[in-house]
């Protein structure tokens, strides 16, 4: 799943727009940061709410305050991708532009989030488990028929190879969020469970954030 689906109609700046006109586009967007366009519309930088706050001058340019490489991301960035990159670098929004930085538009932090969310199923209620197994005793159809033979229904699964070690990672999301049955039997069966994410969180950002980390994404 890229960025591209996630595309916001909210409009950038320009770079001969005022500070105080940047703050109203600010307010109106809900954003704390926006992206401003140079007058050939190639992303120039983005500005924060902060900085324009802090400016003396509400009719300077914007263009003569922001400086700075931008961050931005490509339309076939990958969500998980453009969730790192917002949580890493703090902001609300991150521009899309093209090969030769020509603005595409932007995505919303939130938007990104939900996404990503949706994704991993976590608006479903129940919990995310991760096993760990060697890679020469690993079945797919293995794992479902364990866990389905103990009553729990996977809702989506992923995993991940590391020929390497000679492991693989297996994150299931389940349809339960009592998940002691599960990871008995998965011990059993010489599956180790190595991380369990549980619907008590609340928050779905964090919630999917958790998992991020725990990817190191």
Request: overall charge negative; hydrophobic content about 45%; proline content about 6%.
């Amino acid at each position: 799943m890229t960025v591209a689906s996630l595309l916001s109609p909210l409009d950038p700046l320009a770079t001969t727009d005022t500070v105080g006109e940047a703050l109203v586009e600010l307010a109106t967007a809900h954003l704390a940061h926006l992206p401003v366009l140079d007058p050939t519309d190639r992303l120039d930088s983005v500005v924060t709410e902060a900085a324009l706050r802090a400016y003396p001058d509400p009719e300077a340019p914007i263009g003569a305050l922001v400086a700075g490489e931008p961050v931005a991301i490509r339309p076939d960035t990958h969500v998980f991708d453009a969730a790192h990159l917002l949580r890493q670098h703090g902001l609300s929004m991150l521009p899309v532009v093209d090969e030769e930085g020509v603005y595409e538009g932007l995505v919303v932090r939130q938007d990104v989030f939900a996404q990503l969310a949706h994704m991993l199923a976590t608006e479903e209620p129940g919990a995310i488990v991760v096993l760990d197994a060697a890679r020469d005793n690993f079945s797919l159809g293995q794992v479902a028929q364990i866990i389905e033979q103990n009553g729990v229904r996977i809702l989506s699964v992923s995993t991940e190879d590391d020929p390497g070690a000679g492991r693989v990672q297996v994150t299931l999301k389940l349809n339960v969020s009592d998940t002691a049955r599960v990871r008995h039997v998965m011990a059993h069966h010489d599956y180790r469970v190595t991380a369990v994410f549980d619907e008590a969180e609340d928050d779905l950002e964090e919630r999917a954030a958790a998992f991020l980390r725990y990817l190191n994404v």
